[in-house]
């Protein structure tokens, strides 16, 4: 994606793809400094994205998922900075575009997995699991090539639901 992104200048998706791609390397790594690297590249390619298409509900939302990544690597230090702009970036994506899947998928992944003391838990999460389940019925891709990420994760979550209220 990073070579395509540099052939194909005026695309936003490969740009956006390696943004994903590099956010994703960051949860195989362990190591906090490899995980920052692997984010100041995605940051890079995110950046590259908006450029295309300052505006686009998708990159608005990878970016915020970007951001929650920058949580996760030091939480004690960066919840406050990080997750005020994973809070932005989700409401400006919410503005342009209500019925993304991922991002309710990113709303449920962040309650799910938030402690019940910070306004988490699974029981908070379920009905928003739900809720992005529907979102990626309902809104499927133009192209197949358009985002998809996220829906795999959301099954996931769905089934811990289920099984937590059997």
């Given amino acids: 994606f990073t070579e395509i992104s540099n052939e194909q200048p005026k695309e936003w998706l490969p740009p956006y793809y390696a ?7 960051c949860f195989l790594e362990k190591d ?42 030091d939480p ?3 919840t406050e900075d990080y997750g005020t702009l994973v809070q932005v970036a ?7 575009d209500p019925d993304n899947p991922r991002l ?3 709303i449920a992944q962040t309650t799910f997995f938030a402690p ?9 999460a ?3 699991v739900k809720t992005a389940m529907q979102k990626y019925a309902e809104n499927k891709p133009l192209m197949d090539i ?12 769905n089934t811990i639901c289920e099984s937590v209220n059997r």
Avoid at 19 to 25: D, E, G, V
Avoid at 42 to 58: H, K, L, M, S
Wanted: proline share 5%; aromatic share 12%.
């Fill in 90 to 96: 989700m409401e400006d994506a919410k503005k342009l």
């Fill in 146 to 157: 358009a985002p998809k990420w996220g829906e795999a994760l959301t099954n996931y979550m």
């Fill in 32 to 73: 906090r400094i490899k995980k920052d690297q692997y984010l100041d590249k995605a940051q890079t390619y995110i950046d590259r994205a908006f450029t295309v298409q300052p505006g686009n509900p998708e990159i608005m939302v990878l970016q915020a998922y970007i951001y929650q990544q920058r949580v996760e690597v």
């Fill in 19 to 25: 943004a994903y791609s590099f956010a994703t390397m």
């Fill in 116 to 124: 019940e003391s910070l306004g988490g838990g699974i029981a908070k």
């Fill in 104 to 106: 309710h998928f990113l």
């Fill in 76 to 78: 004690a230090n960066r």
């Fill in 126 to 128: 379920c009905p928003l």
